[in-house]
């Protein structure tokens, strides 16, 4: 199993540019999560799916999109970039028992300029 | 809203040592807590995951538990080596295992 993977690995973008960050997991979970990871703050979670079809806000989902339309892939999709989006993004998942453990992507680097 | 908070900040030990992180939550309504690891640059690797009904799980040399009524969390870690170097992060989980809110982290550095 690759487990999960996220690319890029980093990015550049300029202020009002649209990008997608990928990610994907091979291990069937049904729970799939997009955090950020700023100096300071510890991780905080920006959307979540418990599925296929379905979406839902975490702590800080302004400035994001994102959708799932299968059980391995959950893109999020970066509007119009802000220099408050510069961020290390991770990616996790997890089956859906409450004893599951989370599993993380090693994560996208974004610098919005 | 829940905050998580962990002590201290950074920790730096000779090889070898026993220590002790800490963690604390606000709201004691939790359905696990988790502590992870992260190396510079990396992704965050699960270390030992507690039910709210559990008292303390251990992994190896690392043990966990967890005072829910308190709100209080301990990693302890028994003979430190350097490869222990890293960061620890523990976070709380609500809403059926999901929405995980997360400490910031101590900062652990072990000389050899």
């Known amino acids: 199993n690759a487990g999960v993977t996220q690319t890029p690995k980093f990015q550049v973008l300029k202020t009002g540019q649209s990008m997608t960050l990928q990610c994907a997991q091979d291990?069937?979970?049904?729970?799939m999560s997009w955090y950020r990871q700023d100096p300071g703050m510890g991780l905080r979670l920006i959307h979540y799916?418990?599925?296929?079809?379905?979406?839902d806000q975490g702590e800080v989902p302004n400035g994001y999109n994102v959708s799932r339309s299968t059980t391995e892939d959950f893109p999020l999709r970066l509007l119009s970039a802000a220099p408050s989006q510069t961020s290390v993004y991770f990616c996790?998942?997890?089956?859906?028992?409450?004893?599951?453990?989370?599993?993380f992507g090693p994560g996208t680097r974004l610098t919005v300029l | 809203k829940q905050e998580v908070t962990q002590i201290p900040a950074a920790l730096s030990v000779p090889e070898g040592e026993n220590l002790v992180l800490n963690c604390s939550f606000t709201d004691s309504a939790i359905y696990n807590l988790q502590w992870f690891r992260q190396d510079p640059g990396k992704g965050l690797t699960s270390l030992l995951l507690?039910?709210?009904?559990?008292r303390e799980q251990t992994s190896g040399r690392l043990n966990a538990s967890l005072d829910k009524s308190s709100g209080r969390s301990t990693l302890y870690i028994a003979a430190s080596q350097p490869g222990d170097s890293a960061t620890y992060l523990c976070?709380?989980?609500?809403?059926?295992?999901?929405?995980?809110?997360f400490g910031t982290g101590t900062i652990l550095r072990v000389k050899s």
């Open positions: 799916s418990v599925g296929a079809g379905i979406t």
């Open positions: 976070a709380v989980s609500g809403e059926y295992g999901n929405k995980l809110v």
């Open positions: 507690i039910q709210s009904s559990q």
């Open positions: 291990m069937n979970h049904e729970y």
């Open positions: 996790a998942s997890r089956l859906t028992g409450v004893t599951d453990t989370q599993y």
